[in-house]
């Protein structure tokens, strides 16, 4: 995004005040909304400069995202024009920065090295930035696509390795972070998903796209509570199981898996407002006790709860 009024458009756009992002390269996690509130997607807005601004969306919502954007820009003093020119390759993990660095080059090297989290830097040929979604530490690289192969051959041979959307999903369940389409959408407001902490109340005046729903929601009652769950019996818990307190249906888990850190199953989950700390899940016609706790369930590789 660039033009006059890109700031003045993007808060008016997000959930999220870009007030904050102050030092070119600074980047801002925030939520896209309808007017309703829903979540459109959630974004990572990177502040490049001047009246610069780089918006990245999941790669499944690019369609809907751009016509969202579109419609709003009209008024607005702003250009937007997306870049099939860029690819992006996301190296995570707790060596990443370290593997990452012995594939650059000296400069490029030492403004990575350099880098704290939410940063970006910008050679001519990369931008690199210190964030992920997986709850590892690392880097995400936008290269040039011609050039994606090359460097995801570099990164090979610096000792990274190659991982799935399998092992993204595990990780950033365990790090207690949504997924769009799983956990949130058009019809989850940010409050119900656990996300009031990415919409900027302040400045009260600062009327973006969603807020005069969201208000009235914070203000009202039955929100429901988004929570963690833990299975200590053997099992899988999985998305759209029933969550139980005694005979009273009290909610629904939005993502579930096995998580190979703590070996056993973990769940997100919606449920009412009045969530005890033990619960139930039907598995399979049956009723098996869970615990609930306040994610992440897992932060730099070890557990963020009392294991049984």
């Known amino acids: 995004l660039h033009g006059a009024g890109s700031r003045d458009y993007l808060l008016r756009l997000l959930a999220n ?5 102050k030092k070119p390269g600074k980047a801002l996690y925030t939520c896209l909304l309808n007017e309703k509130g829903g979540v ?17 969306s999941n790669a499944g919502t690019r369609d809907k995202v751009q016509t969202w954007l579109r419609r709003q820009a009209a008024a607005h003093d702003v250009s937007l024009r997306p870049r099939p020119d860029l690819a992006m390759i996301a190296a995570q993990g707790p060596n990443a920065r370290d593997r990452v660095q012995t594939a650059l080059d000296g400069p490029t090297r030492e403004a990575a090295a350099a880098l704290t989290p939410f940063f970006g830097a910008q050679p001519a040929d990369l931008f690199i930035s210190r964030t992920g979604y997986t709850g590892e530490d690392g880097y995400e690289l936008m290269v040039p696509a011609d050039h994606a192969s090359q460097w995801w051959a570099r990164l090979l041979k610096a000792g990274m390795a190659p991982c799935g959307l399998g092992a993204r999903d595990t990780l950033r369940l365990e790090a207690g972070m949504n997924l769009y389409g799983t956990d949130m959408d058009e019809r989850t407001t940010p409050l119900e998903a656990g996300l009031e902490w990415t919409v900027a109340w302040e400045p009260p005046g600062r009327d973006f796209i969603g807020r005069h729903a969201l208000e009235a929601q914070r203000h009202g009652t ?3 509570s988004w929570v963690g769950l833990v299975m200590d019996d053997k099992g899988v818990l999985r998305n759209h199981q029933a969550v139980f307190d ?3 249906r009290i909610g629904e888990i939005t993502s579930g898996s096995f998580s190979p850190t703590l070996g056993r199953a ?7 407002t009045a969530a005890p700390a033990r619960c139930q899940v039907e598995v399979r016609g049956r009723m098996v006790p869970v615990r609930v706790v306040k994610p992440p369930f897992v932060r730099h590789g070890k557990p963020c709860f009392e294991q049984r």
């Open 17 to 21: 005040n870009v007030d904050r992002l």
């Open 40 to 56: 459109i997607d959630d974004l990572i807005v990177y502040f490049l400069g001047g009246d610069r601004y780089r918006v990245i």
């Open 246 to 248: 005694g005979d009273r």
């Open 222 to 224: 039955g929100l429901p």
């Open 266 to 272: 973990i769940a997100l989950a919606r449920v009412d």
